[in-house]
């Protein structure tokens, strides 16, 4: 099936050019807690519990001047933001800022009135992503670390459904979910939600291995991929970025809108280059989203790419998911080639082994 773009993707997609080309952030992605009623496996988050999150009026404050500077797409994310008491209230004010609103979440609080609260969202809500991580309760259970969990998660996907809400399900590829990950895609067919998946996981944002310990062998991982990309049916959402195949080095370090259209602030108010490099923790509160947004412009211009830097001259880049997020995770900095990136990268090419890089 086909998924034809409507006009109002349209829309975007050209406000999205436009934030690029002038450089203003159109996208946002808001982290309103890292507290979790989930305590998954394989997840990246690792909180600083010696800092206060933001208060509601705080929140507030953050939305009027994301407003001011431009922004227009604001994709809510946690932790699990339902925890929040005053998350409707939120919702509500971003829907007044005139916002286009994507929620992320675990899904476990929604019941049928949360799901009311949020189809009342109307047409500033682009859709609900649910992560769904196993078909089975037993599966889920293992990953998410909670009783209950996957019936909860199971009747939210409904009710949000049966209040005419997008909904995306969301699924990460682990050693313990790997033969049930076409059956989420199916269920996500069955549910008609749209289905985005992701094989390969990411350090924890402190830097710890401990999340890669699921990831599933890079030779199985293309095997459920291709039954997943061959199995037809809902789209597969990319996500992770390719370069053209004609390019040979990387003439630049981000290509996904960082610091051109796009930014992450945290639980905290602190403006960071994405939601996986915790830096430069620019304190919006102390001064104002745009004045870090300046200052983190000017960062991005200044760091300079060194001469040794791998992918400058790499023949791998078009086939290679690396993004300097994955170096900073390894290494704290922008610049360090990463192993399971390129091993993704020679398979992609078809190369049989890593003799042919430079
Ligand atoms: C951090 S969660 C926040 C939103 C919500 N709590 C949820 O689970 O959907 C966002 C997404 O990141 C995924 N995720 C967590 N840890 C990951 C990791 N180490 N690598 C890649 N994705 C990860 C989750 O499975 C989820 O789909
Ligand atoms: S539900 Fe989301 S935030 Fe919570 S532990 Fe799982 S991946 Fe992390
Ligand atoms: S394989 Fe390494 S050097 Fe080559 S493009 Fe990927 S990250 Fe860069």
Request: aromatic share 10%; proline share 2%; net charge positive.
């Amino acid at each position: 099936m086909t998924i034809k773009k409507d006009k109002s993707e349209n829309f975007y997609d050209r406000m999205n050019a436009l934030a690029k080309k002038h450089k203003f952030p159109g996208r946002v992605i808001f982290e309103l807690t890292y507290k979790c009623n989930f305590q998954c496996v394989h997840c990246y988050i690792a909180a600083d519990k010696r800092k206060k999150e933001l208060t509601t009026g705080q929140v507030f404050l953050i939305l009027d001047q994301l407003k001011m500077a431009g922004s227009f797409h604001i994709w809510f994310t946690g932790g699990e933001l339902l925890l929040r008491k005053d998350i409707f209230g939120i919702f509500d004010y971003a829907k007044k800022c005139g916002f286009r609103i994507s929620i992320l979440t675990n899904g476990s609080l929604i019941n049928k009135d949360t799901a009311k609260r949020i189809a009342s969202l109307g047409t500033s809500l682009n859709r609900v992503d649910i992560s769904v991580l196993g078909t089975t309760k037993k599966t889920f259970e293992k990953i998410t670390g909670k009783t209950g969990s996957f019936e909860r998660v199971m009747k939210a996907i409904k009710s949000l459904k049966e209040e005419g809400v997008n909904v995306q399900i969301k699924a990460n590829l682990l050693s313990l979910n790997k033969d049930e990950f076409l059956g989420i895609k199916k269920l996500a067919e069955r549910q008609k939600c749209f289905f985005g998946y992701d094989t390969s996981l990411i350090r924890r944002t402190d830097g710890s291995n401990a999340p890669l310990r699921y990831q599933v062998e890079l030779k199985e991982a293309y095997r459920i991929k291709r039954l997943i990309d061959s199995n037809g049916g809902t789209i597969n959402e990319k996500l992770f970025l390719k370069l053209k195949p004609n390019d040979m080095g990387r003439k630049k370090l981000f290509h996904c809108g960082v610091g051109e259209s796009e930014v992450a602030i945290n639980p905290y108010g602190e403006m960071n280059f994405c939601l996986e490099i915790h830096y430069p923790e620019y304190n919006i509160l102390e001064t104002s989203f745009n004045d870090c947004w300046k200052r983190l412009k000017k960062l991005l211009g200044k760091i300079e790419i060194p001469e040794e830097y791998q992918c400058n001259v790499c023949i791998l880049v078009s086939s290679c998911p690396w993004c300097p997020a994955k170096a900073w995770l390894l290494k704290r900095n922008f610049f360090t080639c990463e192993e399971q990136s390129k091993k993704i990268a020679l398979a992609e090419a078809g190369f049989a082994s890593s003799k042919l890089l430079i």
